[in-house]
């Protein structure tokens, strides 16, 4: 079974800073995927950044990259020059790429952006 | 290019009623999954379905909860007699096919029982 652990619940950062998102990952699959995903005060579930694990290069969009350390099994998330905006839950998550492909998601990193 | 759909996105029901939750996935999308989120917690794993079929149900409920993805109209998530543990936020996620790992979210129908 597959699990996703995030032990953040919540964090304080400055604006302008760079922020990375904990998270850590348990399964017996070879070929899977790790998301993120984001969850603002207005409940939308956003799609921030996808790591597939054959992917020799760490995923990046933007001011997010994907920190992926397979022999740690680990999948930090990076925000770069954080804005206000960035204020959310945000949720780890993974899918096998064999099957269903369902997600299972961490318990979320509440993030909060201070001025 | 509309975005998955739900509706309603409130929905209140009382104790012993049924919930009936509708998402319409992207155009071209034939993948759908069900997603329950309780408060403060993350989003946990219902059902996958594709049109006119269940692929994998094993987050589902044994009892009370059904759904289906017809081949003309939304997807369905039918919740019978409903409880006030049932209460929570219900996201739908479509993609356009197996091997496509990114799933496009709705905006969700957060259901209140009372």
């Known amino acids: 079974a597959q699990k996703i652990t995030q032990t953040q619940p919540g964090m304080f950062v400055q604006e302008k800073e760079a922020v990375t998102l904990d998270c850590t990952y348990d399964?017996?699959?070879?070929?899977?995927?790790l998301f993120w995903y984001k969850q603002p005060s207005s409940g939308e579930m956003i799609f921030l950044i996808y790591?597939?694990?054959?992917?020799?290069q760490n995923a990046t969009e933007g001011r997010y990259s994907l920190n992926f350390q397979k022999a740690r099994k680990s999948a930090n998330l990076v925000i770069s020059a954080s804005q206000l905006g960035d204020s959310a839950m945000y949720f780890c998550?993974?899918?096998?790429?064999?099957?269903?492909?369902?997600?299972?998601f961490g318990q979320g990193t509440r993030l909060t952006i201070n001025p | 290019n509309a975005g998955v759909m739900q509706n309603p996105r409130h929905l209140v029901r009382r104790r012993g009623q049924e919930a009936r939750l509708r998402c319409s996935p992207m155009?071209?999308?034939?993948?759908v999954y069900w997603y329950r989120q309780l408060p403060e917690e993350g989003l946990k794993f219902m059902v996958y379905?594709?049109?006119?079929?269940?692929?994998?149900e094993s987050g589902m409920p044994k009892e009370r909860f059904s759904a289906e993805f017809p081949k003309e109209g939304p997807s369905i998530l039918r919740i019978q007699q409903v409880v006030r543990g049932d209460s929570a936020a219900y996201f739908c996620?479509?993609?356009?096919?197996?091997?496509?790992?990114?799933?496009?979210f709705g905006p969700g129908t957060r259901l209140t029982v009372t």
């Open positions: 790591q597939g694990s054959y992917d020799e």
């Open positions: 399964t017996s699959d070879q070929s899977y995927g």
């Open positions: 155009k071209g999308h034939s993948h």
């Open positions: 379905l594709q049109k006119e079929n269940i692929i994998d």
């Open positions: 996620a479509s993609s356009p096919a197996i091997g496509v790992f990114e799933q496009y």
């Open positions: 998550a993974m899918s096998a790429r064999q099957g269903a492909q369902k997600l299972v």
